[in-house]
């Protein structure tokens, strides 16, 4: 886990939080507070691509390959669609330059086959409007809680969109009402 990484390597170096703060807004050209890094030791806040590779200038200590973002379950990718399981606390390997807030869901069903098979692991960072991915592949949310993978097309009225599939033999979900999209940023194939 990163704040472990970034404890030992406060620790080993003798660089204090507020020194790696100000070292770091130097190098990023952003302000990063003290509170931001202690929250980054605590496993509070996390730790972007950039601020990792920052982290590893300043004090020498190389960062794990892969970080660990949240799955949050299954996304439908066929005729029965299924909403997030939120039970465990499951954790799945991500890029190192994962945004903050990312998570994981696992794709199930073959829908959307050739591009995300069953079991690969979809990643994801903002939830948006669906008019924001007009025309995309993303996450979306049902307002009854379903939660698919499918290409956002405007429905037949505004606040109403169809979700395509990429398998011909699938229908169309016709003028659903979408709580949210999600723009996908990276795909773990199975």
């Known amino acids: 886990m990163l704040s472990e990484w970034l404890q030992q390597a406060l620790e080993a170096t ?7 703060s ?13 509170a931001a890094v202690n929250k980054m030791t605590k496993n509070e806040r996390a730790i972007s691509g950039d601020e990792v590779a920052a982290i590893e200038q300043i004090t020498g200590w190389e960062a794990p390959s892969t970080i660990q973002v ?14 997030l399981d ?21 794709v199930r069903g073959t829908s959307m086959h050739p591009a995300y098979e069953e079991g690969s692991l979809l990643y994801y960072s903002t939830v ?5 991915l007009l025309n995309k592949r993303a996450v979306v949310q049902l307002t009854d809680g379903t939660i698919m993978v499918k ?24 003028d659903k009402v979408v709580e949210w999209a999600a723009k996908i940023d990276w795909v773990k194939p199975a």
């Open 86 to 106: 939120n039970g465990d606390d499951e954790t799945v390997d991500a890029p190192r330059d994962t945004r903050p807030g990312t998570v994981a869901v696992r």
């Open 128 to 132: 948006t409007s669906p008019s924001e």
């Open 151 to 174: 290409t956002i097309r405007a429905g037949s009225a505004p606040g109403l969109w169809n979700l395509e599939s990429l398998d011909p033999n699938v229908p169309t979900f016709v």
């Open 70 to 83: 949240p799955l949050l379950g299954y996304v439908g990718a066929g005729g029965d669609v299924l909403a």
């Open 14 to 20: 003798g660089i204090k939080q507020a020194e790696l």
């Open 22 to 34: 100000r070292r770091m807004t130097e190098l990023l050209g952003r302000s990063i507070d003290r």
